[in-house]
């Protein structure tokens, strides 16, 4: 018997979540040192509906799934769950709150059954107190059963592929019986098989009336799944629709709507003869037969979504990981570059993606880290290193490029983003490179060392250098290039020359 | 450890001083609180006694030559527990070809009396052998560090042991005693001292080794050969180790399968102390020098107050940990400040 305040009071929060959604968020805003990942962003989810979320890489999609997920806290702005306000302290407590997340990495226990994976922490107890392993494959098989999934619940989920954990992971959040269902680029590892199966959970879970928040890039998942979606760009919120009236042109419109800037400073350079060709290169299972040809003097843009392997090609090419078959030709002559240092015999440079992971030297001073990639060719008599010579180099070096510290003995952990990218820009340019490669030169740094770096590079070109850069940005792609290559998962989709290619164009090849 | 206690500046950093200088006012500090003790409870000087300091650096130097080498596997991100197993497999080796004709027992009765470079140069193959074989192991099957010296060592005091069947080895020339003798050790050390203080500052040796223990990944990227760096640095440590044991057993006139136990912990904690991050990328060899300066004034200060002996071990065991402690401290300050 349930009295009539109760009633009313239960009436009340449906008529709440039904005007604010199951989960609603509002003004969130976020911030990294040196980037604003989030600004005053919105998004409100209702019960029983599937709502993407759509935008470019780095647009904060999934910086806000974290933070909903209790991964990161926000530095302001308002969640609200089931019409009441909460704050989401940490993963477990979001869990406990009613949000599930898959992620986009899986984050399964590899020495384990797929059983304890799903319920670990919650696992069935017996009269003793003891995990009752019986009762915990039983009601994995029930789940399993209810999900039309066909595992064994005592595999290793080591022995599993790639498809079959994301399987496990959707059956592990599904498990929690949560209200809130964050799926971030779900299909990104599993096959169209996989894939139906995985939307016909989705419109199951649908039906029970969660709430599931769907992050992809594929156009064709959003008018599949979706009912509704939001756009972010850049990390601000760009708009909410049904996704019943709009067209595939209208989002991708609105993800990289904004207008370019006078903020790069192409020089028009002469276009000397081919210095780099690629032919058919290929890491199975990677990427595919990429081939291109960079000239004398051109900056040729290389754009594509996360997964579209963009990277891995540039690594191939400076030998990090070299590619399994396909020919490297430079001027014209076959090389085998089969290291980093055969890549810098032949006059190459690259400044990876990640300053962090494979560029710094974070612990070590601003001068050791300028000199590494010189002091590997010049300047040593002996093992001796002209110490002299090296130093003032690095020196004028870092006051070209106008590296911001107090003097070149401060450790380079303390230094700025921009800084940092401009000293490891320093590094390979000491070397004299004819052929430089660039995988996201201006990656969270601020706009100001972001112009410098750009003014840099086209510099470097109207000198003659052949420059390769990885942008998942448009605009700066757009801005830059003289061509553009665009990816998509590991094959080359095609090329844009600068007087044709727009926005839309490159998403176009890029989000087949 | 003692830190700074200046004000923390948030303007502009302040000139900081070498780390040196913490540990160089640890070892100080250390050396006085036994001077004040000596003269309550023993009525004598502990620092005013240059016999007993001399002794002091005796003693530590052996295990300081290793842990020269052992700094740079730490500094390089990895780890030597091999050292003293090499000890006793290089002094078995170089003894048993450094043995007198006129000893009737000798391991080679037709090779004896041979001219000490002989002995030299086979030991100190023993350890470039097996620093090597660590090297390769580590840097291209990927194996953790720990485990590949820990199989060395356990591999290397086997084959002490069998090499004479647990017999032990005596009766050097004199020539070869000579390299033990009187304070011979010493200048041995600190010419290794010397030459690695002056490879890791001023040549590429040196920086391929920072840069490698910073981040081995943008080493590889900057045109390193990062691999064959790392199989040259345990080569030079296990050099280095296989030299100690030449020193001590030519010292002691006798080796034994069992010598240099426990002495890659010692060499370890030398550095560790002398403030050589675990983690790798940081480290002198002035900081380890003055770390086995500190862990040898501990030991003898110790004996000078007539401390049993277990409990030297005991607290030697705490200052490890320490110093462990202050280094996870200091790079856990490091991460909050990035």
């Known amino acids: 018997m349930v009295s009539a305040s109760t009633a009313a009071a239960v009436d009340r929060v449906k008529q709440r979540i039904d005007a604010e959604g199951i989960l609603a968020i509002r003004g969130i805003r976020k911030e990294f040192p040196g980037v604003l990942a989030l600004d005053d962003v919105q998004l409100k989810v209702r019960p029983g509906t599937v709502h993407a979320l759509m935008g470019e890489n780095g647009a904060g999609k999934s910086t806000l799934m974290k933070i909903i997920a209790g991964i990161y806290q926000p530095d302001a702005g308002e969640i609200t769950l089931r019409g009441k306000p909460v704050t989401l302290k940490s993963p477990l407590d979001a869990l406990e709150q009613g949000i599930s997340m898959i992620h986009q990495e899986l984050a399964l226990m590899n020495w384990m059954t797929v059983a304890e994976n799903i319920w670990i922490r919650r696992e069935p107890k017996n009269v003793f107190g003891l995990i009752d392993h019986g009762k915990m494959a039983r009601q994995t098989q029930e789940l399993f059963d209810r999900l039309n999934i066909r595992l064994d619940p005592l595999a290793m989920v080591s022995e599993l592929t790639v498809a079959q954990k994301q399987m496990v992971e959707i059956a592990k959040a599904v498990s929690h019986n949560s209200d809130v269902l964050i799926m971030d680029e779900p299909t990104s590892a599993i096959t169209e098989n996989e894939v139906a199966h995985l939307f016909t959970i989705i419109r199951d879970l649908r039906a029970r009336g969660v709430g599931i928040v769907y992050i992809t890039h594929k156009m064709s998942e959003l008018f599949e799944i979706a009912d509704e979606f939001t756009v972010f760009r850049d990390g601000k919120y760009v708009g909410t629709h049904s996704a019943l009236d709009v067209t595939r042109d209208d989002i991708i419109r609105m993800m990289v709507g904004r207008d370019i800037t006078d903020m790069f400073p192409k020089i028009d350079c002469p276009i000397g003869e081919v210095v780099l060709e690629a032919r058919n290169l290929t890491i199975p299972g990677v990427f595919h037969d990429v081939s291109f040809q960079l000239r004398k003097g051109e900056i040729l843009g290389l754009a594509g979504l996360v997964g579209s392997k963009r990277s891995n090609v540039a690594e191939a090419l400076f030998g990090v990981h070299p590619a399994s078959s396909g020919e490297v030709l430079i001027d014209g002559t076959p090389v085998q570059i089969t290291s980093p240092k055969v890549a810098m015999e032949h006059g190459m440079a690259f400044l990876t993606e990640d300053r962090k992971e494979t560029g710094c030297f974070l612990i070590l001073d601003c001068l050791e880290n300028i000199q590494t990639a010189l002091i590997t060719r010049d300047h040593v008599r002996f093992g001796f290193i002209d110490q002299k010579a090296v130093t003032k180099l690095a020196e004028d070096m870092a006051a070209k490029l106008r590296v911001k510290t107090p003097n070149l003995a401060e450790k380079v952990e303390n230094l700025s983003g921009g800084n940092q990218q401009k000293l490891l820009i320093a590094r390979w340019l000491l070397t004299k490179p004819r052929i430089l490669i660039l995988d996201e030169p201006t990656r969270g740094i601020d706009v100001g060392a972001k112009s410098e770096i750009h003014r840099l590079i086209t510099g470097l070109a109207s000198e003659g250098v052949a420059v390769l850069m990885i942008s998942s940005e448009l605009p700066e792609v757009l801005g830059m290039s003289d061509r553009i290559m665009v990816m998509h998962e590991g094959h080359v989709a095609g090329f844009l020359n600068r007087d044709e290619a727009d926005q839309v164009k490159i998403m176009d090849l890029a989000a087949r | ?338």
């Open chain 2, 1 to 338: 450890m003692t830190t700074a206690t200046t004000q923390p500046t948030t303007e502009r950093p302040q000139r900081r001083l070498p780390q040196e200088v913490n540990i160089l006012m640890v070892l100080v500090g250390i050396s006085l609180v036994f001077e004040i003790l000596g003269w309550i409870t023993q009525g004598q000087s502990f620092l005013g006694n240059p016999q007993r300091l001399s002794i002091m650096i005796l003693q530590v130097s052996v295990i300081g030559i290793i842990a020269i080498g052992v700094t740079q596997v730490i500094i390089l991100g990895g780890i030597d527990l091999s050292s003293g197993s090499i000890v006793g497999a290089t002094a078995m080796i170089s003894m048993s070809l450094a043995q007198v004709g006129t000893f009737d027992r000798a391991i080679y009765p037709g090779l004896t009396d041979l001219p000490v470079i002989v002995p030299l140069i086979a030991g100190l193959m023993v350890g470039l052998i097996a620093g090597t074989v660590n090297g390769v192991l580590i840097a291209y099957t990927k194996i953790p560090p720990f485990i590949a010296t820990l199989g060395m060592m356990v591999a290397a005091r086997g084959f002490a042991k069998w090499y004479t069947k647990g017999q032990p080895v005596s009766f050097p020339t004199d020539s070869f005693a000579a390299l033990g003798k009187g304070m011979t050790p010493v200048f041995i050390f600190l010419l290794v001292a010397a030459i690695f203080h002056v490879a890791l500052k001023y040549t590429r040796y040196g920086k391929y080794t920072y840069a490698i223990g910073a981040n081995p990944q943008a080493a590889r990227v900057s045109g390193i050969n990062v691999e064959r760096h790392i199989v040259k640095i345990y080569a030079v440590a296990g050099l280095l180790a296989a030299l100690a044991g030449i020193v001590v057993t030519a010292r002691g006139l006798t080796a034994q399968a069992g010598m240099g136990v426990m002495y890659e912990l010692d060499a370890i904690a030398m550095a560790v102390i002398g403030g050589v991050s675990l983690a790798g990328g940081r480290g002198t060899i002035l900081g380890t020098m003055i770390g086995m300066v500190i862990f040898g004034v501990i030991i003898s200060g110790f004996t000078f107050l007539r401390l049993d002996a277990y409990y030297q071990e005991m607290i030697k065991g705490v200052i490890i940990v320490a110093a462990v402690v202050a280094d996870v401290h200091r790079q856990k300050k490091r991460v909050k400040k990035s």
